[in-house]
Each structure stands twice: as structure tokens, then as C-alpha cells.
């Protein structure tokens, strides 16, 4: 194992020291420090020095070379984790150490992002794009921790980088900027949230009617091969070249048992796949944790292109609960969206990874954290099928891994049913049924205007393997559910747990306002409600 240490340059401190200011300015009267907003306010000032303004241009010149400190850091860890000699690592601790360098080098591409002055965005983009490179960096951790192989971080660029430290620091100081330009009449004239006219560039308007309009696909797979391809990597991959502008890409896969992994990379955007129908289009797969696989890459498929849609399909991981984590679908995807689909697996089934997703009429089947991950997440009028676990196990819904305070992130279930599945039916009374547990300090999880079944325990919440630390932190929330296991009587006592009865305090979790700039949702064509 190499174990070179990776040092922060001194020439680089230097640097940072003419780029950024400590500085106070006057809102309202008051007079704040930026440095005392974040949670490592020592490291912020160490690469400041102290200067007084009350320029708005100044103040988001001065956010966004915090975020440029930020991004350094993250490119020499990258840099660090490529040049490491992995040759004596165990073949596990290789898988690990893979998942890394990949995950550093998504970091590097979202920090850039917030930063980049060609690309069109707002602080509610930079902030979700922050969450994202911080979710990254735990995913590269948890890769050696659930291996239980913690000491090849002990001495590595993993955790002397302290790049945590830097990525937290950035979104306390975006969130101070936006509470500020947000206080202000003037920005408020200027600024606004997320509109029609600020989509991607790749959210064309003319997806508005995409469901509505006769689908004439790009390309067709086919497994009896009447279609262009008979696999769907296939199709994916020559998606790349036969596309021509940003326009939306749409292949059309045919009824079949298709038994593949496919992964649509960050470079694909605007790609959407549609079959004909739940069960009817199935995409399959059976890795899973146990052989040596981590979670991250166990999935069947797996998207982290932005724009990406599917509808009337199913994603299935076969492998069985015996087997452990084991993911149907991974979306690391901005601005997804799923219609008309089905999730099947058993623990970890659904991996809403990272950025904003929105599910519709969807189905989905699990019995351990099997709604899990660190996305913006709404699932909308969608059914929630618990199923049999092992003798030895409890089933929770959810798992959200919000690891601070100010990342916009969290899972929302909205007017949806979550009821036993048909082999958990006849046993139910046998397994106890959580709505989530707190996979992360900050985890945040809202239940609201939906069905609950009577196989939810009374409790509803479970900690994390009996930890309690994350109790005061997260926010568990349950809104105006109905059904025999929808009784908020008995449940859990944690400061974090909160039965909502304001609608207004509800409605900060509906699709309008959760996932901020919701207008990408009504240009796929797919039916939403933006409010309660």
C-alpha cells in the first residue's frame, strides 16, 4: 500500500491567501462574519484576510473563491488517488480505491460547475452541486468502511486532504450569500429562483408534450432482433455518435427479459428510454455486496447523465435478500425523472445517489434501506411494495444519507401507498416494517398525504443500528397520512421527529418547492402536482 500522505502545498496557501477575504458586511444592520457561518470557521480564516464591503459583487466574488479553494483541493486528491500504487492492496480494497478515483473525479466535475462562469446557474444549482461532490466523498469512504478495511484510509490522501472540512465550508458560505442577495430588494428585483427561461441547456421546450406526441424513437432494441440493436448498452453506447445537437435522445426497448448492466455515464444527457410497460420491458441483473462488490457498483443500471428519463420499464436485482446490499437502480442524475416504472430487488433497491429526481407512478419493492442515498428525491402517487426479508431482519423503507446541515437533500413521499408486498402478506406480523432509519447525521425524510398500511410498527422510525446521536439532527416528518399504520401516537420521541399539522411547513416538501425549479418536470411531458 502506498502510503504517501498528500500535503496541501505552500505555495497553494499563498495563493489563497491574496484570493480570498475575511470580511464582514452590514445587512439589516448587523454585522456578520462569514467564517463564524461555517463549521469549520479556523480553516476558513486561514485563508482569508480581513477586509470590510458591503458590495454584492464582491460578496459573490468572495463565495466563489472559497469554492475555488475547494476545488483545488479536490484536484489535488484526485490527482493524489491516481498516482497511488495499489498493486499490494486486496482485491476488495482495489474495488474500493476504483470507486474513489471515479467519485473524485465526479467532485472535481461538480465543484467546477459552481464555479465555472459558462455555465448558467443559480445558488440553489450551486448548492445542490456541492451536496453532490460531498456525497461523493462519503461514498469513496464507505466503499473501504463497509469492506471493514478502515485502515487503507487511515494513511492516505482520503482523509489528509480534509476535503469534507472544505466542501461544508463552501455550502455554509453559499447559503450565507443566498440568505443575503435573497434579503436584499435590489437582488430580489434581479434574482430569482429557477424560471422557464433558465433551464439547461439541454431541457428543451420542446419536450413539453413528449408523452403526448407520437414517440418516434432514435433507435430501437430488440431482443428477437427487429430493432437496431439487441442489447440496450448497445444502444446507449451508439446513442453517443448518432445523436446530432442537445436535443432529447430516445430509444425505444422493446418487451423482454433483458439481462445486462448498463450504465449511463455523465456525458449522456438528455437521453430517455421508454418501454412497453411495467413487467413487460425488464432490465435485470444479480450483482451484489457479498461477492466483493461494493454498493455503488452493484447496480443493474446505473445514470449519472443529466436529463435522463425513463418510463414503462422495470429495473430488477435478483440476487435475494440473503445477499444483502444489492441495487435495481442507480441515479446520479440531475433532473431525472421515472414514469411508469418498477424497482425490484430486496435490500437497497432503489440508490437515489445524488442531485434532483422525481418519481411518478412508480413501483417499488424492498425490504432493507431499499429507498436509499443522498439525492433531492420526490416520489409522487407511487406504490411502495415491502417484501419478505430474512428471519434474522426488520424492513425500513428509507435510508437518507444527509451528512450536513445545509445540503439540499432528503427523500419526500407524497401521496403514495406503502403496503406489504404479496410474500410479506400472510407474515406480516412476523417482521417489524420502519418507515426509515438515519443512515446520515442530518437525514431528512417527509411521509405526508399518503397511505400507510398496518404492517408500519407503531414506533414508524428505527435508529441507525441502535445509534442515537443523529436523533436531534435529522428531521423525520409525518403529513395528514391515512391508513391503519398512519396512527402518529406511538411514535418515536426524538427531538428530530415531527408530526407536521401547518400546511405551510408541509408545503416547503412539495414538488414545487422541494425540488427548486421544478419547471424541468412539466417540460418531459410527465404529470405532477407542485403543491400539497
Not at 329 to 345: M, Q
Not at 462 to 480: A, I
Request: some cysteine.
Amino acid at each position: 500500500m502506498d502510503t504517501r500522505i498528500f500535503l496541501f502545498p505552500a505555495f497553494l496557501a499563498l495563493k489563497f491567501l491574496l484570493l480570498l477575504n475575511l470580511y464582514s458586511v452590514v445587512v439589516h444592520g448587523a454585522t456578520t462574519s462569514i467564517c463564524n457561518q461555517t463549521p469549520y470557521p479556523e480553516l476558513c480564516n486561514s485563508f482569508m484576510v480581513s477586509t470590510t464591503t458591503s458590495n454584492e459583487n464582491q460578496f459573490i466574488g468572495l463565495r466563489d473563491s472559497a469554492i475555488s479553494v475547494t476545488l483545488d483541493r479536490a484536484e489535488q486528491t484526485y490527482h493524489a488517488i491516481s498516482a497511488m500504487d495499489v498493486s499490494s492492496f486486496e482485491e476488495r480494497a482495489k474495488s474500493a480505491w476504483a470507486d474513489c478515483l471515479e467519485l473524485y473525479e465526479d467532485s472535481v466535475d461538480k465543484i467546477n460547475r459552481s464555479i465555472n462562469p459558462n455555465i448558467q446557474k443559480n445558488e440553489n444549482d450551486i448548492q445542490t452541486w456541492l451536496s453532490a461532490a460531498l456525497t461523493d466523498h462519503q461514498t469513496c469512504k464507505n466503499g473501504f468502511l463497509d469492506f471493514n478495511l478502515p485502515s487503507y484510509l487511515n494513511s492516505s490522501p482520503f482523509t489528509a486532504s480534509n476535503i469534507s472540512q472544505f466542501l461544508v465550508n463552501s455550502l455554509a458560505i453559499n447559503k450565507a450569500t443566498s440568505a443575503t442577495l435573497l434579503s436584499s430588494e435590489k437582488n430580489l428585483k434581479g434574482r430569482r429562483l429557477l424560471s422557464h427561461d433558465d433551464f439547461p441547456e439541454w431541457m428543451l421546450v420542446a419536450d413539453r408534450k413528449l408523452l403526448q406526441e407520437a414517440r418516434k424513437p432514435d433507435l430501437v432494441v430488440a431482443k428477437d432482433g427487429s430493432g437496431d440493436y439487441m442489447t440496450i448498452m448497445e444502444a446507449v453506447t451508439a446513442s453517443v455518435k448518432r445523436r446530432s445537437g442537445s436535443g432529447r435522445f430516445k430509444i425505444y426497448v422493446k418487451r423482454g427479459v433483458y439481462k445486462e448492466n448498463v450504465e449511463i455515464t455523465k456525458s449522456m444527457r438528455n437521453l430517455m428510454l421508454f418501454g412497453d410497460g411495467i413487467d413487460a420491458t425488464v432490465v435485470t441483473g444479480s450483482k451484489y455486496f457479498q461477492d466483493g462488490t461494493t454498493t455503488f457498483r452493484t447496480a443493474t443500471f446505473a445514470t449519472s447523465g443529466d436529463g435522463f428519463m425513463a418510463t414503462d420499464m422495470t429495473f430488477e436485482n435478483t440476487a435475494g435478500p440473503q445477499n444483502h446490499q444489492a441495487v435495481a437502480l442507480k441515479s446520479a442524475a440531475d433532473f431525472s425523472v421515472f414514469y411508469r416504472c418498477s424497482f425490484k430487488g430486496y435490500q437497497d433497491t432503489l440508490y437515489v445517489y445524488s442531485l434532483r429526481q422525481f418519481y411518478r407512478n412508480c413501483d417499488i419493492y424492498g425490504t432493507v434501506d431499499f429507498i436509499f442515498g443522498n439525492a433531492a428525491a420526490v416520489f409522487q402517487s407511487c406504490k411502495i411494495y415491502v417484501r419478505k426479508p430474512m428471519n434474522n431482519q426488520f424492513n425500513t423503507v428509507t435510508a437518507q444519507h444527509r451528512t450536513d446541515s445545509n445540503e439540499y437533500t432528503g427523500i419526500v413521499i407524497h401521496d403514495s401507498i406503502i403496503t406489504a408486498a404479496s410474500d410479506l402478506k400472510a407474515v406480516q406480523g412476523s417482521f417489524k416494517t420502519y418507515l426509515g432509519r438515519p443512515w446520515g447525521y442530518y437525514s431528512r425524510t417527509v411521509v405526508m398525504k399518503s397511505s400507510l398500511d398496518s404492517l408500519i410498527s407503531p414506533l414508524g422510525w428505527t435508529p441507525w443500528d441502535g445509534v442515537s446521536s443523529t436523533l436531534s439532527n435529522l428531521y423525520y416528518g409525518e403529513y395528514m397520512n391515512t391508513g391503519s399504520g398512519a396512527s402518529t401516537g406511538g411514535r418515536v420521541k426524538w427531538p428530530g421527529y415531527h408530526v407536521i399539522t401547518s400546511s405551510a411547513e408541509a408545503g416547503k416538501y412539495s414538488v414545487g418547492s422541494f425540488l427548486i425549479g421544478n419547471s424541468w418536470i412539466p417540460e418531459t411531458g410527465v404529470p405532477f402536482s407542485s403543491g400539497l
